[in-house]
């Protein structure tokens, strides 16, 4: 085989040519066989370098191009767009990581240069069988699903909703809103939460194109960019939808209680319930653990007052089945337990809330009705809020939570202002106050006379040294502005827990193909060019499921994943990787092996023939079924084991030499 | 001059690869004895490849994939597993040493952690010195698309099985 291949060498500025050898590594390319050119160039993915290989393609009639340069994840797109452009099939064009893969992680430019040579004879070596494939085009389903119904996904829906086009949105829990809906003021302009997301939550449930699935649960996904096929899983709430009008009267009239998991506790809530006023949709559902009905098959006050006949207590789960061209996960995340750092007495001493549940306390809808007062029913004359509780700590979560620090000051002046009295204390390691804003809110906390204390607190008991110290709660600290311990009695502690990925994320993002990272959060394709879409096509994530971080930053994401979504379906169709498996049927001794291979149930049985086939719209081109097939009936296109026996004999070009 | 070790790596696209790119972007330094092969999946990765570059010369092979459960076509890596005790009779029959291959699963944030099994499969190799090509008995497969030849075949035909499982050196 004779190939006319182009090479081109980037310098990355100094990223590459800092530490490999450029003139080595462009003289080593033009002593390979079939290389008619070699350049290098300072950036190959800039205009001029593209400009570059389309000049060569036309003039030298290249027929393959190998660029040397990032990762192909990087600009694998780029180079392929440039060859087509120049009217060299995309399939025709080959990278060689240098950048990623030799010069950013070698230190000796001997070796860099070495290996460079070495991925650069490999593709060299596959891009000589190289073959032009043709991209298949299919339509883009124009629906959305968006998992998880915080705000993140609310901004979502109703961004994309707008739009005219399709949205489900499929929440776990029985009512939208999130964390969010559980907090009275946000940071740092102190605008109450209430008034800015139930607006928000009253439109996404009237919403004409936006279907909410909530009390649900996604648990299958399958198909890809542009045709999804989803499974989700409503959740009985033993009420049909359709006929309840949400007037409450049943909740009213259900005489048994038990503690309400959105009042973390603190407050009662019955059998039958909405978690909070708010709700959306305006739907109870009746908790069969706490129903006496369920026990005893007796009582059913709540049917005999509903109207309209909505409670059914032989409703069982219901199993959606729905098409979409694109997801965007919006999961959110989970508060720390407190519990693991046994020292700090949290589920001990009853003074020491968690964070969510000082929101409930503060907040004028929650148990207390916004008073700060202690379970004696006294307000408390001193409060310590203590920072980064499992955040950047080795053995509980590296990462800082962003929120804390403002959260905490919004706690501290929520306090100034309703016990006027208290001396109230923030222990913390760094105040990071980044936003827009937030700075100031620090500043105006320092004048309202908050006291802050540098130093991570040691513990909280309740062990008094002296008479000063009985009764309360007593924090041990080094204050490293001082540089000495110190103990500090107070009457209420209150801890800022920090924002974990939730237990169950990479469980759920496994269904649609998204990897999560050690912390769990979501990782996004790109951290800085990227930072809404996953590896997968057509899958977006948006809001703190990706990292911790404020209502802002979250909504933001959102509307980003909505616009990556729009312009997906705007495009109406989309071209699928062509680089699928294929069956020479001459060869194929019929054995079947490959039909049980396929995860994906793309190789069919042709019984008159006697010889598989693949269907290339179902095929993502993994290669299990080519690597299995006995017969070497099947190739991988694009991976075909010429290529990579090529690129293998390039790789180790200097042991044969 | 120390001995060092040629190694090929064949690393899926959406796991190991990803993570070996990751391991660059945080410019954490390993041995450059790893020179890598982009395969979409560790499912795609024939033995006969493994036995090729072995056959080429390379003194170890290092195979990447996603973490079970992990991999991005469902479970391409859990087949390629299956697949191994296939291969590591070729190698004994070729007398290479198994410990000369290695298979691990490294997930796309686990840039650190691919690079410390490069550091430390290098010096493992490093140890077994360098393969012995024809010594070792072990010749190229060439690729048999579009002939009736199954390359486990004609790796078969080319080779003389040997009983020593050792590398000698
Ligand atoms: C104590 C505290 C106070 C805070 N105060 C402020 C503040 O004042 N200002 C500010 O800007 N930020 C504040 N924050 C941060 C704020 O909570 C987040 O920025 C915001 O909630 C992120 O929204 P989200 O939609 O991404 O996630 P979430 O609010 O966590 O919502 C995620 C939703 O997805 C659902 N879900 C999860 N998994 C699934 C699944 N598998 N299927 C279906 N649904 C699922 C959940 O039930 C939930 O409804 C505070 C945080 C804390 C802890
Ligand atoms: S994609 Fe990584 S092993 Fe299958």
Redesign the interface.
Known sequence: MSNKIGVYVCHCGTNIAGTVNIPELVEFAKAQGDVVVAREYKFMCSDPGQALIQEDIQKLGLDRVVVSAC????HEPTFRGACEKADLNRYLFQMA?I????S?????KG??T??AK??LA?AIGKARYLAPLIPKKVKVNPATLIVGGGIAGIQAAIDIADSGRKVYLVEREATIGGKMAEFDKTFPTLDCAACILTPKMVQVGQHPNIELLTYADVEEGKGFVGNFEVKVRKKTRYIDEEKCTGCGICQEKCPYKTASEFEHGMMKRKAIFMPFPQAVPKVPRIDPNTCVYFKTGKCKACVKVCEPQAIDFERKDEIVDIKVGAIIMATGYKLFDAGKIAPYGYGKYPEVYNSLEFERMVSASGPTGGDIKMKSGEKPKSVAIVHCVGSRDRRHNEHCSRVCCMYALKFAHLIKERCHEATVYNFYIDMRCFGKGYEQFYQRLLDEEVRFVRGRVASVSDFALDESEKGKLVLRVEDTMVGETRRIPVDMVVLANGLEANADAAKVG?LF?I????DGFY?EKHPKLAPVST??EGVYIAGACQSPKDIPDTVAQASAAAAQVLSLMSRGEIEVEA?TANI?EE?CSGCRVCNT?C??SAISFDDDKHVSRVNDALC?????C???C???AI??QH????Q??????G??H???A | MTF?P?I?GFLC???T??G??L???A????A??V???????S???????IV??FA???DGVLMGGCHP??C?????NF??FR?MPLLKRYLQQYGIDEKRFRLEWV????GDRF?AIVNEFTETVRALGPMQ?GHEGVVA????????????DHVKHHAEPRKSVQATV
């Open positions: 990762s192909p994840l990087m990581n950048r990623e893969h030799c950013w992680v070698h230190v000796d070796a860099a070495e290996k070495a991925q490999g496994r193909n990897s999560a990272g050690k990782i590896a997968t680089a020479h060869l291979m995860p994906y993502k081109g993994c290669g299990t080519v690597a299995a006995p017969s070497s190739f991988a991976f075909t084991d010429q990579i026996f090529s690129e293998i004999e790789v180790l200097d042991v044969r | 060092e040629k090929v696209n959406w796991c690869y990803t070996a790119d391991a660059g972007t410019r954490i330094k390993y450059p004895n020179r890598i092969i982009r395969i979409m999946c499912g795609r990765v024939d033995p006969a490849f090729k570059a080429e010369g390379a459960g992990d991005h076509y469902i479970n391409g087949k390629t697949r997930s796309a944030s686990e690079a090509i497969p060439q690729a048999t698309e579009g002939t009736a030849k199954p390359v486990q």
